[in-house]
């Protein structure tokens, strides 16, 4: 069931910017700690970003310096604004509420596709 609803993605040429939305309840995002996952054809699913509920971010070390994650707690909002897009960051992107940097929390968005290519 989709708990999370998501807006952006598309296709985008290497170097380019995109920015990922999620909208969540205010039930759900209150409290958590919210991420993005990403997934690309034959790999396993992998943590992209966290953020808390305080406003702290961590990062994958492959995402770093390109990625930002931020949240607006007053109208229950995540966001992913990427920079210097490069063909590996290829995936569906999922939002996700509630996890750790041990494992995902049990709220999901839909997914949204990210390619990167000439």
């Known amino acids: 069931q989709v708990q999370l609803v998501q807006s952006g993605g598309g296709l985008v040429q290497p170097g380019g910017s995109l920015r990922l939305s999620c909208a969540a309840s205010?039930?759900?995002?209150?409290?958590?700690?919210m991420g993005w996952y990403r997934q690309a054809p034959g790999k396993q699913r992998e943590l992209v970003a966290l953020?808390?509920?305080?406003?702290?971010?961590n990062y994958a070390d492959s995402v770093k310096g390109r990625f930002t994650i931020s949240r607006d707690n007053a109208w229950n909002m995540l966001y992913l604004q990427i920079k210097n897009l490069k063909p590996e960051d290829t995936a569906v992107y999922y939002c996700?509420?509630?996890?750790?940097?041990?494992?995902?929390?049990?709220?999901w968005g839909q997914g949204t596709q990210v390619t990167v290519s000439s």
């Open positions: 996700n509420a509630g996890g750790s940097v041990d494992k995902p929390g049990d709220y």
């Open positions: 205010r039930r759900i995002f209150s409290i958590n700690t």
């Open positions: 953020i808390t509920s305080g406003g702290s971010p």
